[in-house]
């Protein structure tokens, strides 16, 4: 019982760690988003976290958007890989297909821009890829 009870309290720990992640997306200085997507990241890749993704990709879609547009270098790069690990994490469902049509224009519109960092236009390039192999109902 108390076994059941103290990996609960980890998983709701972890959980409320997620969420000050997701909410630092939005903080004014750049450092603290790129630690963020970090930390999103590494969880991402780490652990299964469907349901509490599902939950919560509007959000997640927003903010990814606002570094995406906003950010520069480092933090779009971050940003493309943590849509491509959400992607992964949400399966090939509806939900992943919105995901995925909200930020391709985005994503897209990167990989063009000729004054954008290499390492953005890379990561922006594999989450275009990945994303729509997985979630992309339209086959072209």
């Known amino acids: ?26 903080d004014k200085s750049a450092k603290t988003r790129q ?14 976290l469907s349901e509490f993704l599902l939950e919560r990709r509007l959000t997640l879609t927003d903010s990814l958007e606002k570094c995406l547009k906003k950010g520069k270098g480092e933090e779009q790069a971050l940003a493309g890989t ?18 995925f049509r ?7 519109s990167v990989l063009t821009d000729s004054t954008a960092s ?5 990561s922006c ?9 997985i979630a992309a109902a339209d086959l072209e």
Do not use: I, W
Request: aromatic content about 2%; charged content about 25%; hydrophobic content about 40%.
């Open 35 to 48: 630690a963020a997507l970090q930390s999103l990241r590494l969880a991402f890749s780490s652990k299964t």
């Open 1 to 26: 019982g108390s076994e059941a009870a103290s990996e609960q309290g980890q998983e709701e720990e972890a959980e409320d760690r997620l969420k000050e992640h997701m909410d630092n997306l939005l």
């Open 118 to 122: 290499p390492g953005a236009r890379q």
């Open 102 to 108: 909200s930020l391709k224009p985005l994503l897209v």
């Open 82 to 99: 943590v849509l491509t690990l959400l992607c992964l994490q949400m399966g090939s469902g509806p939900e992943a297909e919105e995901v």
């Open 125 to 133: 390039a594999t989450a275009l890829g990945m994303c729509c192999y």
